[in-house]
């Protein structure tokens, strides 16, 4: 999506570590919560964390043109944040790096018990053919794609008012 906006997002390393952070500790905080309640309400926790660290270089990009790929390089410290988080202040003190252990009820079920694939590759394949419908069947799609082509021409007018691309 970011792509295709022509924005480029270095600091996605830093989003999705700050999600799975802010999504796993949900699950071990939250008790007391049916498992398909649990498991959605720590994912949308975990994006919506991800998404306000997005916020900053994107707002930074719309409002000050402020190149995109230097803000997500210069705040994509989430990985180190996060990872000093777990081995300090909300790890287990186990040889390896871990948080606390979430909810039974907050764990995507496992497809296979012998491997760790999870029910986590349908909501992937989910988001994304919802991306994918937005992108290429939706005027909101359209306008993103017109928007990435405007950034890299001298001229604003990219698309045509008949919804095609010139």
């Not at 570590?17 to 007391?32: D, E, N, P, S, V």
């Not at 000050?64 to 989430?78: H, Q, S, Y």
Request: aromatic residues 10%.
């Amino acid at each position: 999506l970011s792509i295709r906006a022509n924005m480029y997002n270095m600091g996605i390393e830093g989003q999705v570590f700050l999600g799975a952070f802010t999504a796993a500790l949900a699950g071990y905080m939250i008790k007391g919560v049916p498992t398909a309640l649990h498991v959605t309400l720590c994912l949308l926790i975990g994006a919506a964390f991800g998404a306000v660290y997005a916020l900053i270089p994107g707002l930074l990009k719309a409002k000050l043109r402020v190149n995109e790929v230097v803000t997500t390089v210069k705040i994509g410290r989430a990985t180190q944040v996060t990872g000093f988080l777990t081995q300090s202040y909300l790890g287990t003190g186990d040889a390896y790096a871990h948080t606390e252990f979430i909810e039974q009820t907050a764990r995507l079920a496992k497809l296979n018990s012998k491997y760790r694939c999870t029910t986590a590759i349908f909501i992937a394949l989910a988001i994304w053919l919802v991306l994918y419908f937005i992108l290429k069947k939706t005027k909101f799609g359209y306008e993103i794609d017109c928007i990435g082509k405007q950034w890299n021409l001298p001229t604003p007018s990219v698309c045509t008012s008949a919804g095609k691309s010139s």
